[in-house]
């Protein structure tokens, strides 16, 4: 139910910027102080700015500071399967006294948190649980605790009462650290101007730029060749316009070049746009799941397919009776078809009635037998 956390994910691989200077440093005061320094500790941020990097790396410096503390880390979504799931095997106590034995509670988007009462009610007494034992509590989301869509109110007085931090998009001086830091990782080296143009350029979080710094070190292993400002360029799509800023950051200026293309940017926009549908439609599928399962129900993902046919391959009724020849042989009868099964169907039963000696004999009491029904309605099928 747990997972573990990602040991690459420390205080020591994340890069500190302007941007992210304030949530670090709350992150490092409660780690090194669980529960007496800011409780709830709240992150906040854009998806792929660091808000799970940086909530791990709190669990680790707690553990390295004293390992002997009880450290949890999971998703909102692993939560609520195993409250419903406890739920469900009648084990519900015993699942709220494990989270409130835990020294520090690491929760990680709790956006999902809408539309969802009783979860919310959990989560507040949980909170109110750990602050009263002096146990720390560290929750991140995309937003603030007010713009949360349906949120109780209590829950929100309870994770504002704490501190609220965000994490903002990293500035021109932030990024080409990041990219140097993640080159010295994997061991490439670009020529001078190269990473300065990639960080010149408009990302909305550090994914993309993740994403840039990918395909320039791809590009550079399949043709065994340096890559140069003006390739790199050519490469992620850049204007010529998109040359590096560094004059302008250090002078104060923007610091953000012309960026992408047109046709680069509407991509950007469709792609975010598109994302964010599928996560809703995703989150909405999940809650459902989850809800069906806590009454009881069992849920299951269908497959995907893994040989799809192809739009050729498909063929309707209608044009396979165009392709084949219309004999008689290759035309259905629909109507003997039916005309069977009835005639089954009151045998069977006629069979299962008491004082019937065979199928299709009169019950006493009726008045016409089996033998003046199919006089009565067969001739007319068989005519259709």
Partial sequence: MTTALHPKYSFDTFVVGAANRLAVTAGRTVAENPGTAY???????????????????????????????????????????????????????????????????????????????????????????????GRQIVLTSDRPPPQIADLDERLISRLSGGLVVDIGVPDYETRVAILRRKSEERGVRFDPGVLETVAGAEFANVRELMGALNRLVAFQAVNEASVTPETAKRILGLSPAAAPVAAAASSGGPGRPGGADEFGAFLADVTVTVGKAV???????????????????????????????????????????RSSPKSPSSIPRPRATAYSAIRSAWVKRSRRRPGCARAGRRRPGRRRPFRSWRSRWGPRMRSR
């Fill in 279 to 321: 996560e809703a439609w995703r989150a909405r599928v999940t809650e459902a799941m989850l809800r069906w399962e806590g009454e009881g129900y069992r849920t299951q993902r269908l497959p995907p397919r893994s040989t799809p046919r192809s739009p050729s391959s498909r063929t309707t009724w209608s044009d396979s009776r």
């Fill in 39 to 133: 409780n709830p500790l709240f992150i906040y941020s854009g998806s792929g700015l660091g808000k799970t990097h940086l909530l791990m790396a709190v669990g680790h410096a707690a553990k390295k500071a004293a390992p002997a503390l009880s450290i949890e880390y999971l998703t909102l979504d692993e939560w609520v399967e195993a409250f419903h799931a406890a739920i469900a095997a009648g084990q519900g106590d015993a699942f709220r006294r494990r989270f409130q034995n835990v020294d520090v509670l690491l929760v990680d988007d709790v956006q999902f948190l809408t539309n969802r009462k009783e979860m919310q009610s959990e989560l507040l007494r949980l909170t109110e649980a750990l602050q009263t034992a």
